[in-house]
């Protein structure tokens, strides 16, 4: 196969994931899908050098979303203000998203990018503190510090978010009584 072949499998292979990993990181699928397109295109110029070498050509896709994430996000700051105005709704559109989920979720975005893509690596793509400080050019002692360190800011009064509880119809009767909720005997 020639260049073109050899990079059309790798993209087929890894494109998904990449994608997967950068909305993660960016906060939105779309913001996600330009990331790795940036990095694809960088990867591609560079094919013959990258392909040629032993190296993990995942592991050097990763690293280059997080880099390009971690520099497209000092980029865009500096440039764009987000202005919400009136498109936000009164309410919203489905009750799930406003619960412990939603919540998480917007506490993950308000982490700086460093310890997010820690968190991220670590819990979405299970990897090591050593392939995460690798990744983030950094030590593992300061991987397991941004872990830490995330972990606390993702916690309010030092519990993570609550999943919510069933309704006090929905359980019978003894269990509803408790004013702690349900709990699980295991």
Same mark, same amino acid.
């Given at each position: 196969?020639?260049?073109? !072949?050899?990079?059309?499998?790798?993209?087929?292979?890894?494109? $998904?994931?990449?994608?997967?990993? $950068?909305?993660?990181?960016?906060?939105?699928? $779309?913001?996600?899908?330009?990331? *790795?397109?940036?990095?694809?295109?960088?990867?591609?110029?560079?094919?013959?050098?990258?392909?040629? =070498?032993? =190296?993990?050509?995942?592991?050097?896709?990763?690293?280059? *979303?997080?880099?390009? /994430?971690?520099? %497209?996000?000092?980029?865009?700051?500096?440039? /764009?203000?987000?202005? *919400?105005?009136?498109?936000?709704?009164?309410?919203?559109?489905?009750? %799930?998203?406003?619960?412990?989920?939603?919540?998480? %979720?917007?506490?993950?975005? $308000?982490?700086?990018?460093?310890?997010?893509?820690?968190?991220?690596?670590?819990?979405?793509?299970?990897?090591?503190?050593?392939?995460?400080?690798?990744?983030?050019?950094?030590?593992? !002692?300061?991987?397991?510090? /941004?872990?830490?360190?995330?972990?606390?800011?993702?916690?309010?009064?030092?519990?993570?978010?609550?999943?919510?509880?069933?309704?006090?119809?929905?359980?019978?009767?003894?269990?509803?009584?408790?004013?702690?909720?349900?709990?699980?005997?295991?």
């Amino acid at each position: 196969m020639g260049r073109a !072949g050899t990079f059309d499998d790798f993209f087929q292979l890894q494109q $998904a994931g990449l994608v997967r990993y $950068a909305a993660l990181l960016a906060g939105s699928t $779309a913001q996600g899908e330009d990331l *790795v397109q940036d990095v694809l295109v960088k990867i591609y110029l560079r094919w013959d050098q990258l392909s040629d =070498g032993e =190296g993990n050509l995942l592991a050097y896709a990763r690293r280059a *979303v997080t880099n390009e /994430h971690l520099s %497209w996000r000092r980029r865009w700051s500096t440039r /764009h203000i987000d202005a *919400v105005g009136d498109r936000l709704p009164d309410t919203p559109v489905d009750p %799930w998203l406003d619960g412990p989920d939603e919540e998480l %979720w917007q506490r993950l975005q $308000a982490l700086p990018a460093r310890p997010r893509a820690a968190l991220i690596m670590r819990f979405y793509q299970d990897l090591t503190d050593s392939e995460i400080a690798e990744s983030l050019n950094c030590r593992t !002692g300061t991987v397991r510090a /941004h872990i830490s360190r995330g972990l606390a800011a993702l916690r309010i009064d030092g519990e993570p978010p609550q999943r919510p509880r069933p309704s006090s119809r929905s359980v019978a009767p003894a269990v509803a009584a408790d004013p702690k909720g349900p709990r699980d005997e295991r």
